[in-house]
Each structure stands twice: as structure tokens, then as C-alpha cells.
């Protein structure tokens, strides 16, 4: 168990989460915090056909929002599964959500991450003009995953000159 237990555990997330909130892209809060008595935060995921797949990425939600501590954390699909990230958005403010932190995980911005999510988060937000929607960056340029790389892939091996790596 860490130093400070659990609770201290759950703090340190959510300062995390706060100052992920604080560099958001597409006019990402200036600044703004996420409030955890008010506001959501929705975890974006691609979806799936394959119902285990869908079901691993409703356990990452579950235990992010155990990790972190923040009570208002909702998984949004772009397609293939359900809730739709409309169908979140929708729910969230439902819930009351004062504003929504939308954070795509995705490794790399490609067409999901600069057109699709965008234009579904901009579609909900037309119907809910009252609360603001925050979109992060996807998760490339963060160092921890280049460190979570390393350990996946583990050493190289020695021959080098015969040996393709592919990721």
C-alpha cells in the first residue's frame, strides 16, 4: 500500500486529472478545473463489435473513477457500443453535469481524434448550449507512455540486423 493510503492515492488522481484538464486542446477551460461536484468526466473510447472488448473498456472506466476518485465518470463510445458520445452527453447533463471533460483514449490524433469525436461533441453540444464541453489531446505526447512502451516491449534483442520490431 502507498504512503498515505487509499485516500491519498485517490487525491493524487485527481490532482492529476486536474492538471490534464488545465492544457486541454479546442478551447479546453482556460485554466478551469473540473469540479467534482458538478461536472463529468467522460473517458472516450473507439468501441467494438466484440462484446469483451467493450466490457474490458467499461472496467478501465470503473476503475479509473475507483483511482481517482472523482464521482462523475462516464464512458462514451464513437461507435460500435453504446452509450454513443452523444448518448454520455446526453446522459450527463441529465445527471446535472455543470460542465463535461472530454477526454479522448486514443494513442494518436488521426481522423477519430481531428474530425469524428470532435463533430459528435459538437453535435451534443448544439442541444446543450448551456453546458460547456472541454475535449483533451490524445494520449502520444505524454512521456509516461513512452516509458510504458519501453517496459512492454522489454530489451531488444542482440541481433538487431535480423530482427524486425513491429508495434
Known amino acids: ?24 486542446m479546442g478551447g479546453g477551460g482556460g485554466g478551469a478545473k473540473p469540479d467534482p461536484r458538478t461536472d463529468t468526466i467522460l473517458l472516450l473510447g ?3 463489435r466484440d462484446p469483451a472488448a467493450v466490457e474490458e473498456f467499461e472496467r478501465f ?11 462523475r465518470i462516464l464512458p462514451g ?3 460500435w457500443a453504446s452509450p454513443s458520445i452523444p448518448e454520455a452527453i446526453d446522459r450527463a447533463v441529465a445527471e446535472g453535469a455543470g460542465r463535461i471533460w472530454a477526454y479522448p483514449l486514443f494513442l ?7 474530425t469524428d469525436i470532435p463533430q459528435r461533441l459538437s ?7 448551456n453546458t460547456a464541453i472541454h ?3 490524445a494520449m502520444h505526447r505524454h512521456p509516461k507512455l513512452l516509458e510504458l512502451a519501453k ?13 524486425a520490431l513491429l508495434l
Not at 494518436?108 to 481531428?114: E, M, N, T, V, Y
Not at 453535435?123 to 448550449?129: I, K, M, S, V
Open 1 to 24: 500500500m502507498e504512503a498515505g493510503g487509499a485516500g491519498a492515492g485517490r487525491r493524487r488522481g485527481l490532482a492529476q486529472i486536474e492538471r490534464k484538464c488545465g492544457g486541454m
Open 46 to 48: 473507439h468501441g467494438s
Open 61 to 71: 472506466v470503473a476503475f479509473f473513477k475507483e483511482w481517482s476518485g472523482f464521482p
Open 77 to 79: 463510445y464513437l461507435e
Open 108 to 114: 494518436f490524433p488521426g481522423r477519430h481524434l481531428l
Open 123 to 129: 453535435e451534443a453540444g448544439a442541444r446543450h448550449r
Open 135 to 137: 475535449f483533451g489531446e
Open 151 to 163: 517496459i512492454r516491449i522489454g530489451p531488444l534483442p542482440a541481433e538487431e540486423d535480423r530482427t
